[in-house]
């Protein structure tokens, strides 16, 4: 079946603007995250859902980052007034549920470019 | 806070010759600790998990509670495990990875 997909797969936009990111999950998959990889940096955490509900936010680097998920399946991490150093690659994955044994399954991700 | 440590950036070997990855990590509890693998143009997978205790790829990772650490080896590299390492930790409860820095093997003829 389908893997995780996300889109656009590439975003170049210039700074002050908002940015949406688009993540649709494999069906049936009630857990989703949201990670960020800047250049030299390990994948970061941002925010994760169990169904419509965001039990830890506690990755988002500051206010002017927020998602949402509806329906308990397609997400949205809308990035208002980017900056720079908001460039990054943006990667979601998600799993059948956020047990232990659950294994996560990555999508593609977005390469956001801020001039 | 839990911390994930991979301290080579680039390790580069020749074909056939063994490989370590090196991955430590800080956490104070129990955690699950994973390998995971991006191949030049894919997507990152899953390549291997600690309480499985599988060989996949021929490659094989044990963690060692006592050294924190949970070192991913293969006996001979071959071309194809080229690619980009990434070592994972989740905490006991919550649902979060946090990943390393990476490292890139490079595996040259």
């Known amino acids: 079946g389908a893997g995780v997909s996300q889109s656009p797969s590439n975003k170049v936009t210039e700074k002050g603007k908002d940015v949406e990111l688009r993540c649709d999950p494999i069906s049936g998959h009630t857990a989703l995250y949201w990670y960020r990889q800047s250049l030299g940096q390990g994948l970061e955490f941002l925010i994760y859902f169990q169904g419509n509900s965001a039990p830890d936010k506690s990755g988002l680097p500051s206010d002017r980052f927020s998602a949402e998920r509806t329906g308990g399946s397609v997400s949205t991490l809308t990035i208002q007034r980017t900056q720079q150093e908001d460039s990054a690659v943006y990667l979601c994955?998600?799993?059948?549920?956020?047990?232990?044994?659950?294994?996560?399954?990555f999508g593609p991700g977005t390469r956001l470019t801020v001039l | 806070a839990q911390r994930v440590t991979q301290p080579e950036k680039l390790l580069s070997v020749f074909k056939g010759a063994p490989v370590e990855l090196k991955c430590n990590y800080s956490?104070?509890?129990?955690?699950?600790l994973f390998w995971y693998v991006q191949y030049s143009r894919q997507r990152l997978q899953l390549l291997l998990r600690h309480i499985s205790r599988e060989s996949i790829k021929g490659f094989t990772a044990d963690l060692n509670k006592g050294e924190t650490s949970f070192h991913l080896k293969k006996p001979f590299a071959q071309e194809e495990d080229s690619a980009m390492y990434y070592c994972?930790?989740?905490?006991?409860?919550?649902?979060?990875?946090?990943f390393g820095t990476g490292t890139r093997l490079q595996v040259t003829l």
């Open positions: 994955a998600s799993s059948l549920d956020s047990g232990n044994l659950n294994e996560q399954f």
């Open positions: 956490y104070s509890g129990s955690p699950e």
């Open positions: 994972a930790l989740k905490p006991g409860t919550a649902s979060k990875l946090t």
